[in-house]
């Protein structure tokens, strides 16, 4: 347990140095699901301020705090039901990087306009629908989550991504530390797809082109990269 919240200590600690929030806009978690519980970032409290004692404890179950003495993240219910949703989702972030941003206030997903994109996400990132008034009144943050889940279509893996529309994104990955990585990529494509867009909204790359990178990076034939040998 000691080593989650040092992980997910660094992870919140490096989204204002990654240039993805202004003040304490964002979170990241990470699961242990031996334990049943989660580790999340505090409502509201400054980066700078946080400490390992600071993070907060939850239970995946119920959604009980049991560890810490602070509120956990407004987020918390919908980092809760992604975990519910997908065994395979290790930890969550959640930014508001403005050209992520962008993306998610103009409800458009973020589109595969060329090699960087294509190198980590399987397609577009989605942006999930709107919420409805009676969703925003009542249990916002885990409709939150369902408008998220509705987006994926069952799929967490090949786009480990969704923007909340009006919101912002949430990322995820085996690991806190990798869905801290996933929101860096995505701000970063986001951004670029913003530019070309700019220069010419009616970009589209060949596709065999975008299979090809994804393909070297992703699935039993990918050659990127290397393999530490130890021993």
């Known amino acids: 347990m000691r080593d989650l919240l040092r992980e997910v200590l660094e992870a919140n600690k490096r989204i204002p140095a990654a240039g993805l929030a202004t003040l304490t806009w964002g979170n990241v978690s990470g699961i242990d699901r031996g334990a049943g519980v989660y580790v999340i970032k505090p409502s509201g409290v400054p980066y700078h301020e946080l400490t390992e004692e600071s993070l907060v404890t939850v239970e995946i179950e119920t959604g009980r705090v049991v560890g810490g003495t602070l509120k956990p993240s407004v987020d918390s219910e919908t980092h809760r039901l992604l975990y519910q949703a997908f065994p395979a989702i290790g930890g969550i972030t959640h930014t508001h990087s403005t050209h992520a941003v962008a993306f998610a206030q103009a409800g458009r997903d973020i589109p595969v ?16 629908r709107d919420l409805t008034a009676a969703e925003c009144e009542t249990d916002y943050e885990r409709n939150t989550g369902l408008a998220i889940l509705d987006a994926l279509d069952g799929d967490c893996v090949s786009v480990p991504a969704v923007l909340a529309a009006g919101h912002g994104p949430f990322t995820w990955g085996a690991t806190a530390t990798e869905s801290l990585e996933t929101a860096i990529v995505c701000e970063a494509v986001a951004e670029i797809a913003l530019h070309t ?34 021993g």
């Open 113 to 128: 306009l060329g090699t960087t994109h294509a190198d980590n996400f399987d397609g577009p990132i989605p942006c999930a």
């Open 197 to 230: 867009l700019a220069l010419n909204p009616a970009a589209t790359p060949p596709e065999h082109l975008i299979r090809r990178h994804y393909r070297r990076k992703h699935g039993p034939d990918a050659y990127y990269g290397n393999i530490s040998e130890r």
